[in-house]
Nanobody
Framework: QVQLVDSGGGLVQAGGSLRLSCAAS????????MGWFRQVPGKEREFVAA????????RYADSVKGRFTISNDNAKNTAYLQMNSLKPEDTAVYYC????????????????WGQGTQVTVSS
């Protein structure tokens, strides 16, 4: 089993920045990729970004390219999502996820999930 704890959400004005963290523990060696998803009430969970634990591959949703950066620190078993130039439409609960497969944009491709952290961007 892998446990994920995501944190770093909060309230920020449009144009501001936040950095989310996802600390992994347990059998992290069984996973190959980390991802970030977001969800607003009444909508499906949406892919945001993903990274291989090796750091050799990343992928972003078109809506966040150039504004968000995903990274990881293997020594700390932690993944990060640096979010810059935030927009009100980025408001959502953000979830980190870990999976045994490679990078995928489908939530079904991930096996473990964090509890979520709220990001609110005011206009």
């Amino acid at each position: 089993q892998v446990q994920l704890v995501d944190s770093g959400g909060g309230l920020v004005q449009a144009g501001g920045s936040l950095r989310l963290s996802c600390a992994a523990s347990g059998r992290t060696f069984s996973t190959n990729a980390m991802g970030w998803f977001r969800q607003v009430p009444g909508k499906e969970r949406e892919f945001v970004a993903a990274i291989l634990w090796s750091g050799l591959g990343t992928r972003y949703a078109d809506s966040v390219k150039g504004r968000f950066t995903i990274s990881n620190d293997n020594a700390k078993n932690t993944a990060y999502l640096q979010m810059n130039s935030l927009k009100p439409e980025d408001t959502a609960v953000y979830y980190c996820a870990a999976g045994r497969r490679g990078i995928t944009t489908s939530s079904g491709g991930y096996d473990y999930w964090g509890q979520g952290t709220q990001v609110t961007v005011s206009s």
